[in-house]
């Protein structure tokens, strides 16, 4: 299988229907097709060829789509950059990608200079945003205009597709090596699970660096969907474009679901389109699932619990088990069942199977499973021990396969869908002239599922503030990385060994929660 798959499918099965719909930009596939034949062309012309890395840095938009496109049609490898991040965190990307080339919008564009600075591989810098190319680019338009088409490489299978930086436990992100069969073994699990059907028109919401949303894409792709996209997630515009385009799916994460409950004005639009919710990237709770089912009675909800090294789907949990009507409450709190693609077990420290109900570490095992981390063979080792994948998720599985997340042996939190590693924001806030010790947690947070909280001893005689250690920290990584909350302490609770206890700074937090974590 190969990610450009799905357009050759679309366009011999129905080229004159609608694939995207960007802005007043509304494309067929065959015109898709052209397009991106020729920006494949383009990219050529470049210099650009098969097994180069080229990241993208831009927004949402459908540009950002017939890029991927383009640079799987060449067989060059895309590192979608998390636009949240900091320049030095891409450019820390860039450099351990060896990237030959960006692609940027206007959006990021403010920052070309400060990334060139720091980014020796990069030689070209593509332009996709709407207004003039800046001096020293290459227009995207501009390649697909002047461009002869050229035949599609057919690379696939094995062949590596992207590297997709996660946060790393050393404090660094981690690219996670995701192969054509990796990307599409998930996606067609999700089809075979009932999700994107031949009628869908899809709203790519969530960032489209996502791997959530990489799911969504090509799910669509090879259903031959419409491609409905909006820059950035505000729920007005999502309302608009429901009832403007008969929106039919919409993949979110809990964090934006929550949104969308929340606006005032979503019980007064005109929903009935909606007939599919895809949730995941981060727990929803049984409160936001309800409410959802209320607000938008002609959705059906299905939770798709995964990670960036699984090419996002291990388990689902399907339309079936979401009722309005209480049926199933029990499983609501589940993540799932292993999908159709992949093992799932739940182990012990030795790496034995648990049995039905007792906690361990989840792992799995399938053809959706990441090659490994970018030059970091010791953590692919690691994370890839005996075969399986471990998650560093902690839970148990009922009799009947359902899983069930109830810690983490990693201390990541995840914020409104996006990781964060706590090694990674204390080593942030220990450059804080009054900080002597620190220690990051995840707390319950009603709308982004966990918050980023510090507990901090200070240097005698020191003092800081909330709002003194975030201006702090958003200097060094990103905003959403960053301590929303402190609390300062005479000292750190540590064991014998001289390990700080995170389990007794989160206990007045997560002990009245029915999970551990968020």
């Known amino acids: 299988m190969q990610f450009t798959q799905g357009l050759h499918r679309a366009l011999q099965q129905r080229p004159d229907a609608v694939a995207t719909v960007c802005n007043n930009r509304i494309r067929t596939f065959r015109q898709l097709h052209d397009r991106v034949a020729r920006l494949a062309g383009g990219y050529t012309s470049l210099g650009i060829g098969c097994g180069d890395r080229v990241c993208i840095l831009s927004l949402n938009s459908d540009r950002y789509l017939e890029s991927y496109l383009a ?9 979608p950059a998390n636009f949240r991040w900091s320049a030095q965190e891409i450019i820390y990307s860039l450099n351990d990608s060896q990237c030959v080339a960006l692609i940027v919008d206007d959006t990021f564009t403010p920052m070309l200079d400060e990334i060139r600075r720091g980014a020796a591989s990069v030689r070209t810098v593509i332009h996709i945003g709407d207004h003039g190319a800046p001096a020293d680019t290459e227009s995207h338009e501009a390649l697909i205009e002047k461009s002869t088409p050229i035949p599609d490489l057919g690379i696939g299978g094995d062949a590596l597709f992207g590297i997709f930086y996660t946060g790393g436990t050393t404090g660094t992100p981690k690219g996670v ?12 699990a999700l089809l075979a699970e009932g999700a994107l059907p031949a009628d869908a028109v899809g709203l790519h919401a969530a960032p489209m660096f996502h791997l959530a949303d990489m799911m969504m894409m090509t799910c669509l792709l090879l259903r031959g969907g419409v491609h409905v996209i909006v820059p950035t997630f505000r ?3 999502v309302l608009d474009l429901v009832e403007r385009h008969q ?3 919409l993949l979110l994460v809990p964090a934006m679901l929550q949104m969308l409950v929340d606006f005032p004005a979503t019980s007064e639009r005109d929903t009935r389109s909606i007939r599919r919710i895809m949730y995941g990237a981060s727990p929803a709770s049984e409160t936001l699932l309800l409410r959802t089912m209320a607000t938008i009675p002609t959705a059906s909800l299905m939770q798709v619990y995964g990670m960036t090294e699984t090419a996002a789907v291990m388990t689902v949990l399907p339309f079936s088990m979401h009722r309005a009507d209480g049926q199933h409450k029990d499983k609501l709190r589940a993540a799932g ?3 159709f693609h992949v093992q799932i077990r739940v182990v012990d420290a030795e790496d034995r199977e648990c049995p039905r109900g007792e906690i361990g570490e989840i792992v799995a095992r399938g053809p959706n499973v990441m090659q490994g981390y970018l030059n970091k063979p010791e953590a692919t080792q690691a994370a890839l021990k005996g075969g399986w994948m471990h998650t560093g998720d902690m839970g148990f599985m009922d009799s009947e396969g359902y899983v069930f997340i109830v810690d983490r042996l990693k201390d990541m939190i995840i914020s409104g869908g996006e990781n964060v590693y706590s090694v990674e924001v204390e080593n942030a806030i220990a450059k ?11 707390i319950p947070d009603p709308d982004m599922g966990e918050r980023v909280h510090a507990a901090i001893v200070l240097k005698s005689g020191a003092h800081v503030t909330q709002d003194d250690l975030y201006a702090h920290c958003r200097t060094l990584i990103a905003g959403y990385k960053c301590p929303r909350s402190i609390e300062i302490l005479e000292s750190l609770p540590v064991s014998g060994a001289g390990k700080i206890l995170k389990t007794e700074l989160r206990k007045p ?10």
């Open 432 to 442: 804080h002239p009054s900080v002597s010790a620190c220690a990051v947690i995840g």
């Open 235 to 237: 729920p007005e515009i």
């Open 71 to 79: 640079l799987a049609w060449i067989g060059a490898v895309v590192n």
């Open 247 to 249: 929106i039919s799916d």
């Open 509 to 518: 937090f997560w002990s009245n929660q029915m999970r551990a974590v968020a």
């Open 177 to 188: 090596m995701l192969t054509h069969l990796n990307i599409c073994t998930s996606a067609l």
């Open 337 to 339: 069942r292993a999908s």
